[in-house]
């Protein structure tokens, strides 16, 4: 009669999780489809804080990236898995030692950074954009920092980025041709 009983309550366990299976879990979730991006910027441009908040993460103690991280960031249909370069000078040289896979650039900008930051940023740019591994790619341009006093609007930003992005759009073209 006890063998009978165990017998009968491992059946109900069975029985109860394969409904709890059917009705809860519906099986595994559809596949997302998966984007690599790579995200480059001077330090202090605000990479991490971007990430961060992308990630619905608490922006309270946020440190300087040394070296590189990783984070996914997931959005309804896809998820980004962003590296996230450091920009300390020593850091940046090995910046396209990172760039392979990636299908997308994303580049932060400080807006509110002086005038030589922004020469050094817009020269980095320029390396970024001539790349044989990210000349190919979407990049995004982030002004960030709007909100800080010293900020310089998109009027402001964009004739220096100009220069950059016309001189990559010219040297594209005559390899291409």
Known sequence: MGQCLELSAALCRIGVYSCFRTLCCKGPPSPR???DVVCVGLTGSGKSSLLTQ??????DSIIPTTGFRIKAVPFQNAILNV???????????YWSRYYQGSQGVAFVLDSASSEDDLEM???ELHSALQH???CTLPFLILANHQDKPAARSLQEVTPALEKTLNSWEAEKTTAWN
Do not use: F, H, M
């Open 33 to 35: 489809t998966e984007y």
């Open 54 to 59: 992308l990630c619905s993460e608490s922006t």
């Open 132 to 134: 044989p591994q990210l």
């Open 121 to 123: 940023a817009r020269n």
């Open 83 to 93: 590296k996230e370069l450091g920009g300390a000078d020593n850091i940046r040289k």
